[in-house]
């Protein structure tokens, strides 16, 4: 009995260090948690872009209306009998 007692403390103190500081110990614990954490809202944050570009997508799809919408705004599409209107502001405070 004399021996069994130092040898179950010396026990564990190895398993609480390897526990502590050895390999896939608590700190990398935490630090692995704390990335999955960025990563699911990493995902998500893409997970509603894709939503956004299916959505786009089938819109496309369906109808003219979308492309003509897409068309006015990123080629500036004009149709026949329309009248285009461009209005300029003064960048400059006029001096006083």
């Not at 699911?40 to 496309?60: F, M, P, V």
């Amino acid at each position: 009995m004399r021996f069994v007692t130092p040898i179950l403390l010396i026990l564990l103190v190895l398993l609480q260090y390897r526990l502590w500081f050895g390999r896939n110990s608590m700190p990398d614990y935490v630090v692995l948690t704390e990335r999955v954490a960025e990563q699911q809202l990493t995902n998500e944050k893409l997970k509603r872009r894709n939503e956004l570009l299916y959505a786009e997508i089938g819109d496309l799809k369906s109808g003219l209306d979308a492309i003509e919408e897409r068309a006015r705004n990123e080629l500036g599409l004009i149709q026949k009998d329309e009248v285009f209107y461009r209005i300029y502001q003064d960048l400059e405070e006029p001096d006083s």
